[in-house]
């Protein structure tokens, strides 16, 4: 791997300086070699790389580790079957590296995947080969998980969307390897808008993927993502609750107030209007996900909402969930509030000085599992690089002047060095040693390689 990347990062925040430097060195201590090839797990016990997290978590790590970061794509388009399904979790023992399809685990793939290309400086040996990957994975998604052919993808299992414990799923299997769905079940197959948003987002980026190329795909494309996003607006998708709803096996709406919609940002399924319904009318509701410790999986008040320790989706916000926020309210300018985030986040972790799967939403206590859970420690760093550094996005570079504190922060990659230096009262950026602006804080500056303004975007 010839192209390098490193961060380095100092602050008079001494706490804030410990955290970092802390989840940097546990970071490290989940990287493993699988076949000969280091990836980063996701950690905190678990050691595989899920589809849910680690293609995600995997490209974060670019930062600082690209090949780990290259592989965490590539071991899953390695083990893709011949008809388009991608492996829920790759796991490794005694040096045999084994896809497992005995559930979908979620699908945060795609975006990631594409940001890998222009971390790669833009290879297209590797843009053909996800191009392909993502139009057999959307085969696969219609071709079998539209069991009652109405146009709405399924899940059929409880880790097909990665939901652990999950009250809503009722009966349904936990695992489920057939390629038929489940029967005489009480829930699934379920009407799912996580399915929905996997097909939106390989369609999505295959729209990107075709507009790189060049390829006279790109128009199609955008049809078929916009159809998708059509029909999660037409049936999951209630209008005088502004949120989305999920439908049982029979067609009824289940009633149960969900995170998920954040996921479905994540993925861009939403039309502008229903992210902005959902952030303002339910995200942002302190009763709901806006609790002390926010961003709980079901919302608070709803009756399905389970204060449970340990990995339960249905109740306690998740480190994944911290994580995938980032990308869901940057798609939807809901910059303001990442900041807002990062700062309980922060406070959080100063004070717990323990990276795990869940935190008590009403106290922030960290609540079981074991240290060293990737997502969490990645959710830190990439708060830190929108509030405090930069992130390189497509060719864009994002610098953060959020202030508050002194900071400075160094992001090296493929032979050149962003540095952003602020003072708590003025920031100056530098590329290569060469200072390209000056900002007072409060505010994200967005440029291409060389420094030029592309936009900027207020903070406060």
Same mark, same amino acid.
């Given at each position: ?241 502004? =949120?989305?709803?999920? $439908? /049982?096996?029979? !067609?009824?709406? &289940?009633?149960? %107030? @969900?995170?998920?919609?954040? #996921? ?101 206590? =960290?609540?079981?599992? $074991? /240290?060293?859970? !990737?997502?969490? &420690?990645?959710? %830190? @760093?990439?708060?830190?690089? #929108? ?74």
């Amino acid at each position: 791997m010839a192209i390098q990347t490193g961060v380095s990062f100092q602050t008079n925040d001494i706490q804030l300086q410990q955290i970092v430097s802390l989840a940097e060195t546990k970071l490290k201590d989940n990287l493993r070699v699988f076949g000969g090839r280091r990836v980063l797990v996701e950690g905190g016990g678990y050691n595989k790389i899920w589809l849910e997290t680690q293609p995600m978590g995997g490209e974060m790590y670019a930062k600082r580790d690209i090949e780990a970061a290259l592989n965490n794509q590539l071991l899953f388009m390695d083990h893709q079957r011949g008809d388009g399904r991608m492996p829920g979790s790759i796991m490794e023992e005694n040096g045999r590296v084994t896809p497992q399809f005995n559930k979908f685990q979620g699908f945060c793939f795609p975006g990631p995947a594409l940001n890998m290309y222009y971390w790669l400086d833009k290879n297209r040996e590797y843009l053909y080969r996800l191009k392909s990957s993502l139009e057999g994975f959307d085969r696969y998604l219609w071709a079998v998980r539209d069991s009652n052919a109405d146009g709405i993808l399924e899940s059929w299992c409880v880790t097909d969307t990665g939901e652990d414990g999950a009250v809503r799923y009722g009966d349904a299997p936990f695992w489920w390897e057939e390629e038929t769905p489940p029967e005489g079940r009480s829930v699934v197959p379920m009407a799912s808008m996580d399915f929905m948003s996997f097909s939106y987002a390989a369609r999505e980026t295959l729209a990107a993927i075709s507009a790189i190329l060049d390829d006279g795909r790109e128009r199609f494309w955008r049809k078929q993502a916009l159809k998708v996003r059509q029909k999660i607006r037409e049936c999951l998708w209630d209008n005088e609750k502004g =949120a989305c709803y999920d $439908r /049982d096996k029979d !067609g009824h709406i &289940m009633k149960v %107030l @969900l995170h998920n919609n954040l #996921r479905c940002m994540y993925w861009n399924s939403f039309f502008p209007n229903m992210a902005e319904r959902f952030v303002r009318e339910h995200l942002l509701n302190p009763e709901e996900f806006w609790t002390p410790f926010p961003l709980p999986s079901v919302a608070a008040n709803d009756p399905l909402f389970r204060n449970s320790p340990g990995n339960d989706w249905s109740g306690q916000p998740e480190g994944l969930t911290w994580q995938r926020a980032i990308t869901a309210l940057e798609n939807y300018n809901f910059h303001r509030l990442i900041p807002i985030l990062g700062e309980k986040l922060f406070d959080t972790l100063k004070r717990e000085k323990i990276f795990t799967q869940q935190y008590d939403p009403f106290t922030g206590k =960290a609540s079981g599992g $074991r /240290d060293g859970y !990737g997502p969490t &420690m990645l959710a %830190l @760093l990439e708060y830190l690089s #929108r509030m405090h550094g930069i992130h390189l996005k497509g060719e864009e570079v994002w610098w953060g002047v959020w202030g508050k504190r002194a900071t400075e922060y160094e992001q090296r990659w493929a032979g050149h060095v962003f540095r952003l230096k602020c003072d708590g009262k003025l920031a100056e950026a530098l590329i290569d040693g060469k200072a390209v602006f000056t900002s007072t804080p409060g505010i994200r500056i967005v440029t291409d390689y060389f420094g030029k303004i592309v936009k900027k975007i207020p903070l406060e």
